[in-house]
């Protein structure tokens, strides 16, 4: 396997590309936009439209179903280059967690259906998942209980990514067979004008979309069970992994700008005559941000790697997977906080962009797990 820390050719022209897209196309002054209108859709659907042309919503989709097959490595970059700008778009819902829900546990003829019409940007997903507010994949209480030769759905779901604009939802339930075993978890792609589904928005303090969902005897078809059986633990685990280190690789784009955007105004902000970035115990703090940034990094890159690399086995993923998540989360709270004091007063005003990423920090860390969360996980994983 190749150094996944150093990107070859083709994928620094992505990076470049990406780069220069959302800077240009996306700028931080439409997050400021799409939060101060309290926009219904809270994207822009042009935008998507343009993101969707340049062939985003495939790039880990494999070529048999349209995509472009540039592995999770070329969506990591993507991923990247969005959070520095805080790109608001059904990237993560719709492709990093929907479609690879679909190709790690549709069937053949689910995948065929539903990726390519993904590629075409015809179809937005959501994941409903957790039940609380704390990421607990393991406790789930939504059931799936048998009728009329089909699955009557109830329970509750918080944190549900794009869920008030998504035109299908995967629910995960527990699948009702007469037993008590906790085992028999089912991904349920539901209809968003299904009857007894409840959608209520709820716009996040970092102006993502979330949306909470009350599902009330949502009847589903045998067919709209992914893969038409339940899955094991190790395959869900699969799925939020992918989408764990794909956030990761979001949080070091939002936490590289931070960064960049402080040095800056350490280099312009003059105090007693002189760049107050020429004081020793900023210098020092800078150091020890650009440190944890470079650690970061390397976890981004192998983890994405890894998911690339055949020959990863699904203990190997795992692991990376908790350990990007927590320290991305541990660097993005650091990063963000150390952005707001060193503005010192302007960094406090809502004017003033660099908040704009503490908050972003805040509710990243939270979803699909914190930095405790994934530690314990972590040494779980190595029988610890």
Request: proline content about 3%; overall charge negative; charged content about 25%.
């Amino acid at each position: 396997m190749a150094d996944s820390l150093l990107l070859n050719e083709e994928q620094q022209l992505l990076r470049e590309s990406a780069r220069g897209f959302c800077r240009e196309q996306a700028p931080l002054s439409l997050h400021r936009k799409l939060r101060d209108s309290r926009d219904a859709d809270g994207f822009d659907r042009d935008l998507w439209r343009r993101m969707v042309e340049l062939g985003w919503t495939g790039m880990a989709i494999p070529e048999a179903y349209d995509g472009y097959g540039f592995g999770h490595t070329g969506l990591g970059l993507m991923l990247e280059e969005t959070g520095r700008t805080l790109v608001d778009s059904p990237l993560i819902a719709t492709v990093l967690l929907g479609a690879n829900a679909i190709l790690e546990t549709g069937s053949e003829a689910q995948k065929a259906e539903l990726l390519p019409r993904i590629v075409a940007g015809e179809l937005l997903l959501a994941f409903a998942l957790d039940e609380r507010f704390a990421h607990d994949p393991g406790r789930i209480e939504t059931a799936a209980v048998p009728r009329n030769g089909g699955f009557a759905l109830n329970g509750g779901k918080t944190f549900v990514l794009d869920g008030h604009v998504a035109d299908r939802i995967v629910v995960v339930a527990r699948i009702d067979d007469g037993t008590e075993s906790p085992a028999n978890i089912g991904l349920f792609l539901v209809d968003a004008t299904a009857p007894g589904l409840e959608v209520t928005r709820t716009i996040m303090v970092d102006g993502r979309n979330c949306a909470n969902i009350a599902l009330n005897d949502v009847a589903v078809k045998v067919d709209d069970l992914l893969g038409g059986t339940a899955v094991a633990r190790e395959t869900l685990d699969r799925v939020l992994d992918i989408a764990r280190i794909g956030l990761a690789a979001e949080m070091l784009g939002s936490i590289e700008e931070v960064f960049e955007r402080t040095l800056d105004f350490l280099r312009q902000r003059e105090q007693f005559g002189v760049p107050i970035g020429a004081f020793q115990a900023l210098q020092h703090r800078a150091a020890e941000m650009y440190n944890e940034i470079e650690l970061g990094r390397s976890l981004v890159r192998a983890a994405l790697a890894a998911l690339d690399d055949p020959a990863s086995d699904k203990d190997r993923i795992a692991r990376l997977a908790s350990a990007a998540k927590a320290k991305l989360s541990e660097v993005f709270f650091l990063v963000s906080n150390e952005g707001i004091q060193m503005h010192g007063g302007i960094g406090m005003t809502d004017e003033f962009d660099i908040g704009f990423f503490l908050k972003r920090a805040r509710v990243a860390q939270q979803f699909l797990g914190d930095a405790g969360f994934h530690r314990d996980r972590y040494a779980a994983l190595h029988s610890f």
